[in-house]
Every structure is written in structure tokens, then in C-alpha cells.
């Protein structure tokens, strides 16, 4: 059973637009929630991350938005730009377990000229 | 230079031949992970080592073996690889203090068994 997932496999967007990129969870334990950016040829690397206390984290053109009664989490990019095609990956990992992050399947982010 | 190095990058080998994949750290990180990803299937935990003398089997462990032969060196080993173990895989470290548990990968080794 997939306690991470991300229903759409693809967006496509164009640049300057706001790009959300959506991820739903089923697991109450998870405390914490991390955002991935992969370009192909590389390995995924750490885009943003919130705290289920919080439910908004914000670093520069990204913003993360927690809604917990929802499980539901989210993903802004304003604006979007080129370089930011990529396939993102949402994780959840729960506190006192193993530290083990829990990835949903990847989102391809197409982001038009 | 890259903090997390994988080798070989790229490897094509038959059903039934033993397969190792090296992964090595600069970060100076206790923990290390092994993942694979496949289309559609985003990435899976194989293995995973807290330190030296801990290893832990993942999510998809069955098939797979690990070594950690120093606090910068984790192996992935398939014993007698099958075609279903063609995938990419990824080390990843983490020190265990980040709140959150932030990994940071290395840039994948892409298989094929044939």
C-alpha cells in the first residue's frame, strides 16, 4: 500500500506561471515532509522540507503548504522557470522510526519557454 | 567533487552473474541507504546502515546484500542478478542530526541484466 503518492505523473506549465505540484499521504505518523528535484543523469537532491507543526515553508520561489487533517501537501514554483523541468519527488519520514523517508512515485515538471 | 560517488555508472551483466555496487562518502555521514527506481515506481529502499556495525533490510531487501566496509563505504551486491533487478540504484547518506532526515544522493548506477 503507497503511503505517499502523487497522482499525476506529469505537468506542464509555462515559464513565468506558478507550477503545484501535489502530494497526498496516508500514514499519521509522518512528521515530516521533504520535497526532491531530479534532473536525469543525477541523483535527486534536496529542494525544501516542512514540519507538520508548521503549515507553510518558504525559500525564495519555493513554497511548501501542509494541510495535516487533509494529509495533503503542495508544492509552489512562482515563477517558473526553464530549469526547473525536472521530475520531483515528495518524501515523508515519521520520528522515532528508523529515519527511513517514505518516496511517492515522482511528478515530471515541464516548464515551456 | 562529489560528496557521494557511485560506481560503476553504468553496467550491463547477464542473469546469473554476481554484481557489486560501490558507493562512497566525503560527507562524513553515519548513515548510509541503497534505493532503486523504476519507472513509475519512484525510489525503494533496499538496504540501509546506521554505522559500521548496523545494517538493516529495507522495503525490497530479498535478493540483495549489503557490506559496510567502513563509515564511507557501502556495497550493494546481487548474488545471481535476474532481469527484474534492471533499474537505477542510488546511494544516499544522511547524518542522522538534520531534523527531518534530509538524504543526499549520489548520482545513480544504472544496470541491465540481460
Known amino acids: 500500500d503507497q503511503q505517499v503518492k502523487q497522482n499525476s505523473p506529469s505537468l506542464s506549465v509555462q515559464e513565468g506561471r506558478i507550477s503545484i505540484l501535489n502530494c497526498d499521504y496516508t500514514n499519521s505518523m509522518f512528521d515530516y515532509f521533504l520535497w526532491y528535484k531530479k534532473y536525469p543523469a543525477e541523483g535527486p537532491t534536496f529542494l525544501i522540507s516542512?514540519?507538520?507543526?508548521?503549515d507553510k515553508n518558504e525559500d525564495g520561489r519555493f513554497t511548501v503548504f501542509l494541510n495535516k487533517s487533509a494529509k495533503h501537501l503542495s508544492l509552489h514554483i512562482v515563477p517558473s522557470q526553464p530549469g526547473d523541468s525536472a521530475v520531483y519527488f515528495c518524501a515523508a519520514s515519521a520520528q522515532g522510526g528508523s529515519e527511513k523517508l517514505v518516496f511517492g512515485k515522482g511528478m515530471k515538471l515541464t516548464v515551456n519557454p | 567533487d562529489a560528496d557521494v560517488t557511485q560506481t560503476p555508472r553504468n553496467r550491463i551483466t547477464k542473469t546469473g552473474k554476481r554484481i557489486m555496487l560501490e558507493c562512497s562518502q566525503t560527507k562524513g555521514h553515519d548513515r548510509m541507504y541503497w534505493y532503486r527506481q523504476d519507472p513509475g515506481l519512484g525510489l525503494r529502499l533496499i538496504y540501509y546502515s546506521f554505522d559500521v556495525k548496523d545494517i538493516n533490510k529495507g522495503e525490497i531487501s530479498d535478493g540483495y546484500s549489503v557490506s559496510r566496509q567502513a563509515q564511507a563505504k557501502f556495497s550493494l551486491s546481487l548474488e545471481s542478478a535476474i532481469p527484474n533487478q534492471t533499474a537505477l540504484y542510488f546511494c544516499?547518506?544522511?547524518?542522522?542530526?538534520?531534523?527531518?532526515?534530509?538524504?543526499?544522493f549520489g548520482p545513480g548506477t544504472r544496470l541491465t541484466v540481460l
Open positions: 544516499a547518506t544522511s547524518t542522522g542530526l538534520l531534523l527531518g532526515h534530509e538524504q543526499f
Open positions: 516542512i514540519s507538520s507543526i508548521k
